[in-house]
């Protein structure tokens, strides 16, 4: 399983979490009125979520770790 190294990990990490990310998005859409401004602000985050990386998902994560950790 560990045959892949790390990097095979860190991006089944990341499908992972844009997969579920996408899911948010597209239920909270569904949920809404539909309008023009939903609908922009709904790609906005699809083509947002299409183009994250991991490094940048890993910077984000260390960030809000680190966020809650000087508040908490």
Sequence with gaps: ???GGPELVSEA???LWKNHAMVEVLLEFAGSAM???GIAK???RMETL?????EGW??????L???QAATG
Excluded at 50 to 54: C, D, E, K, M, Q
Excluded at 58 to 63: G, I, P, V
């Design 1 to 3: 399983m560990m045959a």
């Design 13 to 15: 990490e990341l499908r």
């Design 35 to 37: 309008k023009q401004d």
């Design 42 to 44: 709904t790609l906005a």
């Design 50 to 54: 299409h183009t994250a990386t991991y």
């Design 58 to 63: 890993q910077q984000a994560r260390k960030a």
């Design 65 to 67: 770790a680190d966020e």
